[in-house]
């Protein structure tokens, strides 16, 4: 596998004013969302609700790449087409989550270290063999008091870094997304000093592991505050604070910078992903787009609610919902034209 053909798989995922769609939830996060709507948690629904995603007419308008659980990227359509095929004959990149979640960082209390470095390398042969060609590993950082500490920034940096290494062997792009949490009531100030801490890290070990920056991409938070912070910042000042972060932090050489939603309601997601294209596009070196989970689907998700007569509805306020982002991309999003659904 050549640099080239990262780098190009990089700016294929990042081309036309689409995104990336985040369906790589676990099992157990699957089953809460489920069960708040009276939906079986079992793996035949996940399957049916999958297939809802993957087979949406239209999908491939907005989104460039999806993004699966190890359970999706095994399972299958009614027909029978693994849905890594079904996502790649529709013009989707498929790509896979590979690590195995954030666990209790040993004597620092409240903070937590992403697993799942062990047998990384052959675990991606696997899912090369599946059809992935990107991957994505997500560290997770806290704030609060004295919160985050720099062994908690320092151990996932280099956890991210090492996978991104591993990932380019194996001629996969890696997303790399380390994650400042929105839970707290923080400042919109101090998840911008956290964000501008981590990420300087990150590419500290990026470097130092060799990692191809034109053959990546970044999946990081918006500078927020916390949701349960007294000021809640609008919109504006949101973008300036996240584009003014990333400017000082991510090198120009990295192809796109795809936002997660972190917990944000699709619509507020979608108006801070705009407000920071429309005043800083001409600015920024890097394509500035979306990777969402729950911002994106949640719409779809309320509306099907396991039901097989409701598929169609569902994929509709699917594929909105993610026009919706690409119109963010491109600064041309209409709050107004999007009423909550």
Same mark, same amino acid.
């Given at each position: 596998m050549t640099a080239q053909t990262l780098i190009d798989t990089a700016q294929a995922l990042v081309a036309g004013d689409?995104?990336?769609?985040?369906?790589?939830?676990? /099992?157990?996060?699957?089953?809460?969302?489920?069960?708040?709507?009276?939906?079986p948690q079992t793996e035949s629904a996940r399957r049916d609700w999958r297939e809802l995603i993957v087979t949406a007419p239209g999908l491939a308008d907005s989104i460039s790449g999806a993004i699966l659980f190890d359970e999706t990227i095994r399972q299958t359509t009614n027909a029978g087409k693994p849905f890594a095929k079904a996502l790649t004959d529709a013009g989707i990149i498929p790509g896979i989550k590979v690590d195995m979640?954030?666990?209790?960082?040993?004597?620092?209390?409240?903070?937590?270290?992403?697993?799942?470095?062990?047998?990384?390398?052959?675990?991606?042969?696997?899912?090369?063999?599946m059809g992935a060609r990107f991957a994505k590993w997500r560290g997770v950082i806290a704030i609060g008091d004295g919160l985050?500490?720099?062994?908690?920034?320092?151990?996932?940096?280099h956890a991210l870094a090492r996978y991104a290494a591993l990932c380019q062997e194996a001629g996969v792009v890696p997303i790399v997304e380390p994650e400042v949490l929105m839970d707290g009531g923080h400042s919109l100030?101090?998840?911008?000093?956290?964000?501008?801490?981590v990420l300087r890290e990150v590419f500290v070990q990026l470097n130092?592991?060799?990692?191809?920056?034109?053959?990546?991409?970044l999946k990081p /938070?918006?500078?927020?505050?916390?949701?349960?912070?007294?000021?809640?910042?609008?919109?504006?000042?949101?973008?300036?604070?996240t584009v003014t972060c990333l400017l000082r932090t991510v090198p120009a050489a990295v192809p796109g910078v795809a936002f997660l939603s972190g917990g944000q309601s699709a619509q507020l997601a979608s108006a801070r992903l705009n407000?920071? /294209?429309?005043?800083?596009?001409?600015?920024m070196p890097w394509a500035l787009t979306f990777s969402f989970s729950?911002?994106?689907?949640?719409?779809?998700?309320?509306?099907?609610?396991?039901?097989?007569?409701?598929?169609?509805?569902?994929?509709?306020?699917?594929?909105?919902?993610?026009?919706?982002?690409?119109?963010?991309?491109?600064?041309r999003y209409d709050v107004q034209a999007d009423a909550p659904r």
């Amino acid at each position: 596998m050549t640099a080239q053909t990262l780098i190009d798989t990089a700016q294929a995922l990042v081309a036309g004013d689409k995104g990336l769609l985040a369906m790589d939830e676990s /099992n157990a996060t699957c089953n809460k969302r489920f069960a708040a709507l009276n939906i079986p948690q079992t793996e035949s629904a996940r399957r049916d609700w999958r297939e809802l995603i993957v087979t949406a007419p239209g999908l491939a308008d907005s989104i460039s790449g999806a993004i699966l659980f190890d359970e999706t990227i095994r399972q299958t359509t009614n027909a029978g087409k693994p849905f890594a095929k079904a996502l790649t004959d529709a013009g989707i990149i498929p790509g896979i989550k590979v690590d195995m979640g954030a666990k209790p960082l040993a004597g620092h209390p409240g903070e937590t270290v992403t697993e799942g470095l062990d047998g990384l390398r052959e675990r991606l042969a696997e899912y090369v063999g599946m059809g992935a060609r990107f991957a994505k590993w997500r560290g997770v950082i806290a704030i609060g008091d004295g919160l985050p500490t720099r062994a908690c920034i320092d151990v996932n940096a280099h956890a991210l870094a090492r996978y991104a290494a591993l990932c380019q062997e194996a001629g996969v792009v890696p997303i790399v997304e380390p994650e400042v949490l929105m839970d707290g009531g923080h400042s919109l100030a101090r998840c911008a000093e956290v964000t501008e801490e981590v990420l300087r890290e990150v590419f500290v070990q990026l470097n130092a592991q060799g990692v191809l920056l034109e053959g990546m991409l970044l999946k990081p /938070n918006m500078v927020l505050p916390g949701q349960g912070s007294q000021t809640q910042d609008s919109v504006e000042a949101v973008a300036d604070a996240t584009v003014t972060c990333l400017l000082r932090t991510v090198p120009a050489a990295v192809p796109g910078v795809a936002f997660l939603s972190g917990g944000q309601s699709a619509q507020l997601a979608s108006a801070r992903l705009n407000a920071m /294209n429309v005043k800083f596009k001409s600015r920024m070196p890097w394509a500035l787009t979306f990777s969402f989970s729950r911002a994106v689907q949640q719409p779809a998700l309320d509306l099907w609610k396991g039901q097989a007569a409701n598929v169609a509805e569902a994929q509709k306020a699917l594929v909105f919902r993610t026009g919706c982002n690409k119109a963010a991309r491109g600064g041309r999003y209409d709050v107004q034209a999007d009423a909550p659904r």
